[in-house]
């Protein structure tokens, strides 16, 4: 996977409905020339966490980065765009993963539903920009119950739904428009 998707990835798991209204990540243009390259972090499994790095070589070979444990910002010459998306993933936020408590809750279809998709929440933790390690199955409320249409709600009688995964298990997830707001379900 290239950076680039494997950044696209990291901005889809934090797509809940919210944040993706109050946080952005800016690629833009330098007039020195070069690129600048802002990450916000805040309520991310990232946010927290300090980090630093520089070159300083030529005219057209330098980075510079800082993050501030809410914003990762990098700037570069006009060659080195990538460079600041490579050091976010694997200089930054793959080494960060280990140490963040942080969780995510996502959604993991129910096995007893044939003709509505049904989904329950799970809290998750992030392992690396791609796999979760799921940490807790909260217990069982039907109001927190999720579907695709809000109309699925009237054909909804659970008495005790069961999921196909397990805590400590590794999953993927994909974002999908539930009736309210996208939401990041198991795969």
């Given amino acids: 996977m290239d950076n680039i998707a494997i950044l696209q990835n990291w901005f889809k798991y934090q797509c809940n409905g919210d944040w993706e209204h109050e946080n952005d990540i800016v690629i833009q243009t330098l007039d020195n020339p070069g690129w600048k390259l802002s990450i916000d972090l805040v309520n991310t499994s990232l946010e927290g966490f300090l980090y630093s790095d520089s070159f300083q070589g030529t005219f057209d070979n330098w980075y510079e980065i800082n993050c501030d444990g809410f914003k990762f910002v990098g700037y570069s010459d006009f060659m080195n765009l990538n460079t600041l998306i490579e050091k976010f993933i694997f200089g ?3 080494p960060t993963f280990k140490k963040s408590t942080i969780t995510y809750t996502v959604y993991a279809s129910l096995k007893e ?3 509505i ?3 329950r929440p799970v809290e998750v933790k992030m392992v690396d920009m791609v796999n979760f ?3 807790s199955i909260p ?3 039907q109001r927190d119950l999720k579907v695709l249409k809000i109309e699925d709600f009237e054909n909804l009688n659970v008495v005790n739904p069961d999921i196909c995964f397990r805590v400590g298990e590794l999953v993927t997830c994909n974002l999908i428009q539930m009736f309210d707001y996208p939401t990041l379900v198991i795969d």
């Fill in 92 to 94: 930054f936020a793959i």
């Fill in 113 to 115: 539903f044939q003709s």
């Fill in 117 to 119: 998709k049904v989904y």
């Fill in 133 to 135: 390690e799921i940490v």
């Fill in 139 to 141: 217990g069982y409320d």
